[in-house]
């Protein structure tokens, strides 16, 4: 990875069964089509997920969250989102170094992350990150829109 990681200007936490109505809050303030708490509760209860939470101090309610899925020697991210008056305060960044982290010291070798070809943050963060460009989805999302698939090699 490159760029300003080696810092954790945020706190993370694994999610517990209880944030699932808080992300699902917060999944709703950020994109169009929320995912709803029955949905975090089954990302919460599945095994191969790992659900973080980012907060820009240690008694503040979530901000931010993403969920990873891992299988085998891979990961993806599913999703990864930071509320509009928290963003651009490293919390994103935060959330995936975390991840990064837990996924070396469980053998992870890569890390997939799906991004609409519009999303200038979205992009700009995993590059960020050092993530290379490897692939796209035609009419991957549900209004027809590109994703390019990002790598990146832990
Ligand atoms: C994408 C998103 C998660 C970024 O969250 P964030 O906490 O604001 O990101 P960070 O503050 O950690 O930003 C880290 C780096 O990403 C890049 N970045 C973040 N927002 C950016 C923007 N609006 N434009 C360009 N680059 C951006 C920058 O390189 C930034 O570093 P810098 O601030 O030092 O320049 C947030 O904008 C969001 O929730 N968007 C809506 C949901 C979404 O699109 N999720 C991603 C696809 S699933």
């Known amino acids: 990875m490159t760029g300003s990681t080696q810092t954790l200007p945020a706190m993370v936490r694994m999610a517990l069964p209880s944030d699932g109505p808080s992300l699902a809050a917060i ?33 503040a309610p979530a901000q931010g969250f993403l969920i990873a899925r891992a299988a085998s020697d891979e990961a993806e991210v599913l999703t990864l989102c930071v509320l509009p008056a928290y963003r651009r305060q490293g919390l994103a960044r935060a959330l995936l170094v975390s991840l990064v ?24 963060l995993y590059r960020s990150l050092g993530a290379e460009a490897v692939g796209r989805r035609p009419g991957y999302y549900e209004h027809g829109a590109d994703a390019t698939i990002f790598s990146l090699a832990l």
Do not use: Y
């Not at 997920?49 to 101090?57: E, F, G, K, P, T």
């Open 27 to 59: 999944h709703a303030r950020c994109f169009g089509r929320a995912w709803d708490e029955a949905a975090m509760a089954q990302f919460l209860g599945v095994p191969s997920c790992l659900v973080l939470i980012a907060s820009s101090h240690e008694d």
């Open 101 to 124: 982290q837990k996924l070396r010291r469980s053998g992870t070798q890569r890390l997939f992350l799906e991004v609409e070809e519009s999303n200038d943050a979205a992009l700009g």
